[in-house]
């Protein structure tokens, strides 16, 4: 992790905003405060950020709106901060797009390793190949591979003999991190990012249960797979080729 990473804490407690701010400045990282989701928007157009902190009870936009919205058009860690107990605000945040949760009250030291935890995963992550297969503006792409057809602006995954394949947002977000990064090895909590199945705890199976789902759905034998190849110790590798269709008039890429 750079431990000169941009921090952006939103809080509408000053208190708060404070002690994080001189908590995390005195342990190496670069810190920006914000009491609104106003103040939130000025400073990531004034600075990069590399991770935010994210209250969810803020004044007029609150958390989740702001992790919605930012999920939209960018994917900078989120780290979203609750109430003690609120469970459903805890699942609603992970499904909104955060990265992971705290809940108040909290010691500043469980706050700093989980930024530097979130930090380490995001660096980890491969990039999407030099097509540009997997960057938010081609998501109104369609992936082809093996005769499959995967419409990510719509959603749509239509098998090689014509018929659409319903898939839930799990399984699509998992679809797509595979066809973004084709004969890549892709660790379990690479996916978990990649995919936002970020309601999974480190080390937790659920991630190999999403993969036998969508195996059973475009596997000709799910338990001989040819597509989604596990790879012993190291996660998953997606072996087809990977093209994207015309769109527009564009050409095909190789």
């Given at each position: 992790?750079?431990?000169?990473?941009?921090?952006?804490?939103?809080?509408?407690?000053?208190?708060?905003?404070?002690?994080?701010?001189?908590?995390?400045?005195?342990?190496?990282?670069?810190?920006?405060?914000?009491?609104?989701?106003?103040?939130?928007?000025?400073?990531?157009?004034?600075?990069?950020?590399?991770?935010?902190?994210?209250?969810?009870m803020l004044p007029g936009e609150d958390?989740?709106?702001?992790?919605?919205?930012?999920?939209?058009?960018?994917s900078i860690p989120v780290i979203m901060?609750?109430?003690?107990?609120?469970?459903?605000?805890?699942?609603?945040?992970?499904?909104?797009?955060?990265?992971?949760?705290?809940?108040?009250?909290?010691?500043?030291?469980?706050?700093?390793?989980?930024?530097?935890?979130?930090?380490?995963?995001?660096?980890?992550?491969?990039?999407?190949?030099?097509?540009?297969?997997?960057?938010?503006?081609?998501?109104?792409?369609?992936?082809?591979?093996?005769?499959?057809?995967?419409?990510?602006?719509?959603?749509?995954?239509?098998?090689?003999?014509?018929?659409?394949?319903?898939?839930?947002?799990?399984?699509?977000?998992?679809?797509?991190?595979?066809?973004?990064?084709?004969?890549?090895?892709?660790?379990?909590?690479?996916?978990?990012?990649?995919?936002?199945?970020?309601?999974?705890?480190?080390?937790?199976?659920?991630?190999?249960?999403?993969?036998?789902?969508?195996?059973?759905?475009?596997?000709?034998?799910?338990?001989?797979?040819?597509?989604?190849?596990?790879?012993?110790?190291?996660?998953?590798?997606?072996?087809?080729?990977?093209?994207?269709?015309?769109?527009?008039?564009?050409?095909?890429?190789?």
């Amino acid at each position: 992790m750079n431990t000169s990473a941009h921090i952006l804490i939103v809080d509408d407690d000053k208190e708060i905003r404070d002690l994080l701010a001189r908590f995390l400045d005195k342990h190496g990282l670069r810190v920006t405060v914000a009491a609104d989701g106003r103040d939130m928007k000025k400073a990531l157009a004034d600075w990069k950020i590399d991770l935010i902190v994210l209250d969810l009870m803020l004044p007029g936009e609150d958390g989740l709106t702001l992790c919605r919205n930012l999920r939209s058009e960018s994917s900078i860690p989120v780290i979203m901060l609750t109430a003690m107990g609120e469970e459903m605000d805890r699942i609603v945040g992970l499904e909104m797009g955060a990265d992971d949760y705290l809940a108040k009250p909290f010691n500043p030291r469980e706050l700093l390793a989980r930024i530097k935890a979130v930090l380490r995963r995001a660096d980890e992550l491969p990039q999407a190949s030099d097509r540009g297969t997997g960057d938010d503006g081609d998501r109104d792409r369609v992936y082809v591979f093996s005769g499959w057809n995967l419409n990510a602006q719509r959603r749509d995954l239509i098998s090689p003999d014509g018929v659409m394949v319903s898939l839930s947002g799990g399984e699509f977000e998992l679809l797509m991190a595979f066809v973004s990064h084709p004969g890549r090895v892709l660790s379990r909590d690479q996916l978990l990012d990649l995919a936002r199945g970020r309601e999974a705890q480190p080390f937790d199976r659920s991630m190999d249960v999403q993969v036998s789902r969508l195996r059973h759905k475009i596997e000709i034998d799910p338990k001989n797979p040819a597509l989604i190849k596990t790879v012993r110790s190291g996660g998953y590798m997606f072996t087809a080729k990977v093209q994207l269709a015309p769109v527009n008039g564009e050409k095909g890429a190789p």
